[in-house]
């Protein structure tokens, strides 16, 4: 059974910090491309970060480039995202997702709320 567990979400002020964890499960996820995607009410989904398999590729949304780094430890089966200089625009639902390219994401979390008050 395929899982992808987010955690780490949280209220933090604005300038605060968060890091966000994903824990896989049931397949392979080192094989896979792995991505944040953040979703607030009102708003479409915005796809925030992806990191390639073996994590030699990233990508990041301009909005949050430069604060926010995508990670993996494939021996944990493990995705990270270190949030920094939070501000009020960052506050959404955010979910992990994996897929076989940066393409199309197969596999989605059920998310975790990050709140940023001013």
């Known amino acids: 059974q395929v899982q992808l567990v987010e955690s780490g979400g949280g209220s933090v002020q604005a300038g605060g910090s968060l890091r966000l964890s994903c824990a896989a499960s049931g397949f392979i996820a080192s094989r896979y491309y792995m991505a944040w995607f953040r979703q607030a009410p009102g708003k479409e989904r915005e796809r925030v970060a992806w990191?390639?398999?073996?994590?030699?590729?990233?990508n990041y949304a301009d909005s949050v480039r430069g604060r926010f780094t995508i990670s993996r430890d494939n021996a944990k089966n493990t995705l990270y995202l270190q949030m920094n200089s939070l501000n009020s625009e960052d506050t959404a639902m955010y979910f992990c997702?994996?897929?076989?390219?940066?393409?199309?994401?197969?596999?989605w979390g059920q998310g975790t709320q990050v709140t940023v008050s001013s």
């Open positions: 997702a994996a897929g076989r390219s940066a393409m199309g994401w197969e596999y």
């Open positions: 990191i390639s398999a073996l994590s030699d590729n990233t």
